[in-house]
């Protein structure tokens, strides 16, 4: 019992997992902010973080915003400036890497930052968009949120000139893509689940899409979740910062032909 909850990833664990990914089918991965953690980007929920400054249901919903762009826009700043200048780090890297060896499918990410696409990731699904442009809610215009843009006090759609948010799921708007992470959970016969508690909806769907189906899930993670104490036999949990985890589960199930 007890072995697959040991911090790190020992080896027979280490290769059998990395044997099942490769004989899998149909991967994907979802992340959430804790594969961004190493990045210097901190969650949201941990005391210190945003949500302690900024209440979410007093800035992050979208009735704050229609309401008073001014006040939501304060959130926004500081939320540009937690994310400005990241750059991906190991875990990110892995991913892409193993993507690129034909390992991994889709990666469905709850993050807004940028770094799958950063680190070399194509097939990239942001459900709660990103913060890399800013949109217009009433005729859908989107730009490239340029520091220019960031210094007005709210910027406004050159279309019709209704006040810009950046484009990120607010709290009571529709996360993105449903139909297409559904179909792929559908799909997917093992899924790794990096940096995320998984409890937020559409994401903790996910994981019981792919365990009705007979799928099975690697889990990294610094602690236990909800998902690791649901686990199934064929399931792994690997305990640790995932900059650590990630590329060592990758480098075992990348052939050696494949890696540099
Ligand atoms: P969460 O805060 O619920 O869970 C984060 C998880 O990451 C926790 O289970 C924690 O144990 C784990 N974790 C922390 N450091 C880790 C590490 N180094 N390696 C592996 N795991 C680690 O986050 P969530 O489930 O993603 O939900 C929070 C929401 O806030 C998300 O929906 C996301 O949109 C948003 N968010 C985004 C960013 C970003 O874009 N980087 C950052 C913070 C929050
Ligand atoms: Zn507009």
Partial sequence: MGGRDRPGIEEPQLAEAAARLRAAHYVVALTGAGISVESGIPDFRSPGGLWSVFRPEEYATIEVFRANPEKAWRLYRALGETLVGREPNPAHVALAALEQAGLLRLVVTQNIDGLHQAAGSRNVVEIHGDHRRLQCVRCGHLEEARPERLAE???????????????????????????????????????????????????????????????????FNVEKTALTAARHPRDFFFRGPAGTTLPQFAQAAIPRDQTA
């Fill in 153 to 219: 006090r709210v910027p406004a759609c050159p279309g019709c000139s209704a006040p810009l948010k950046p484009n990120v799921v607010l709290f009571g708007e529709a996360v993105r893509d449903l139909d297409a992470i559904e179909q792929a959970a559908r799909r997917c016969d093992l899924l790794l689940v990096v940096g995320t508690s998984a409890q937020v909806y559409p994401a903790a769907a996910i994981p019981s899409l792919v365990r009705a189906g007979g799928g099975a899930i690697i889990e």
